[in-house]
C-alpha cells in the first residue's frame, strides 16, 4: 500500500532547493559554449552547415541562425531542467531523455532538407556535438545548483551531487 507524504507528518521526506542564480548563469554560459560551437564548425573546420563553404564563417543567414538556434537550444534546455528540477522526482534522468530524444530529432532535419548530401551529414554531426554539449552542461549545472534536503524527526541531511552530510538539531 502507497501512503502519500504529509506535510507536517512524521517521517522522512526529501524537498529540492535550487539556486536559481547558479543555474542560470550556467545556462547563459552553455549558449555562449554552443553558439561559439556552432561558429568554430562553421569557421574553422569549414564544416558546410547547409550552405556552401564559399559564403564563408559569417557569410550568411543559415550561419547566423544556426549559431543564435544552437544559444537559445540551450536556453530551453536550462528551461527544461529548471522545470523538471522542481516538479519530478529524478529530474535528470528525464532530463537526459529529453535532450537525447530532441537530439536525435535535429540530427535527423537535414537529411529531409534538398540540400547535397555532404551538407546535410556535416550538419547533421554539428547538431550531435552541439547536443552532446548541452546535455552535459546543462545537467552538470543543475547537478551542481541543486540541493535536496532530507527532513525526518531529530536529523537534518543535505546532499549536493554525489556528497552529503549530516547533522543533529
Given amino acids: ?6 506535510p507536517g507528518g512524521t517521517g522522512s521526506r526529501t524537498r529540492s532547493k535550487v539556486d536559481v542564480g547558479q543555474l542560470w548563469s550556467g545556462g547563459v554560459a552553455t549558449a555562449i559554449v554552443t553558439g561559439l560551437v556552432a ?4 569557421w574553422l573546420f569549414s564544416v558546410p552547415i547547409l550552405a556552401p563553404k564559399t ?9 547566423t541562425a544556426f549559431v543564435l538556434a544552437a544559444a537559445g537550444a540551450a536556453l530551453v534546455a536550462t528551461a527544461l531542467a529548471h522545470l523538471l528540477v522542481v516538479s519530478t522526482p529524478r529530474p535528470l534522468v528525464f532530463f537526459w531523455w529529453i535532450v537525447g530524444l530532441a ?8 537529411f529531409s532538407t534538398a540540400a547535397p548530401l555532404s551538407e546535410k551529414a556535416a550538419t547533421a554531426a554539428v547538431d550531435l556535438v552541439i547536443g552532446i554539449v ?7 549545472v543543475a547537478e551542481r545548483s541543486t540541493r ?3 527532513a525526518s524527526d531529530d536529523t537534518v541531511s543535505y546532499s549536493r551531487g554525489s556528497s552529503s552530510r549530516s547533522r543533529g538539531i
Fill in 1 to 6: 500500500m502507497t501512503v502519500p507524504i504529509v
Fill in 39 to 42: 561558429l568554430v564548425c562553421r
Fill in 55 to 63: 559564403d564563408g564563417a559569417y557569410g550568411d543567414v543559415h550561419t
Fill in 103 to 110: 537530439t536525435v530529432v535535429v540530427v535527423l532535419y537535414p
Fill in 134 to 140: 548541452i546535455g552535459s552542461l546543462v545537467s552538470g
Fill in 148 to 150: 535536496v534536503r532530507q
